[in-house]
């Protein structure tokens, strides 16, 4: 009986809000259209300019183009124009 107390704890303090912020990064991650400012985990600032089903190309400083998975998204900035 204690041991199911603590699991519930776990549970309720650890597990069910990493699962509720993984669900929203992930449905921000399939909203995402040309033109939208993002931050990758690595601290990278870009414009998406292309989208594939799992890599998105993002144009940082000049002309450079980066190539990145979507997983390694970690935030939107703005929305496209």
């Known amino acids: 009986m204690l041991f199911g107390g ?8 650890l597990i069910r809000p990493q699962k ?3 669900k929203a ?3 921000m991650v399939k909203s995402l259209t040309k033109g939208d400012e993002i931050v990758t985990v690595g601290g990278v600032v870009g414009n998406v300019i292309h989208l594939t089903e ?3 190309t993002i144009k940082t400083a000049g002309d ?3 190539e990145i998975d979507r997983a390694k998204i970690g935030r939107r900035l703005s929305g496209g124009d």
């Open 20 to 22: 509720k912020q993984q």
């Open 64 to 66: 450079t183009r980066i």
């Open 25 to 27: 990064h992930d449905q």
């Open 54 to 56: 799992d890599r998105i």
């Open 6 to 13: 603590l699991f519930a704890i776990f549970y309720f303090l």
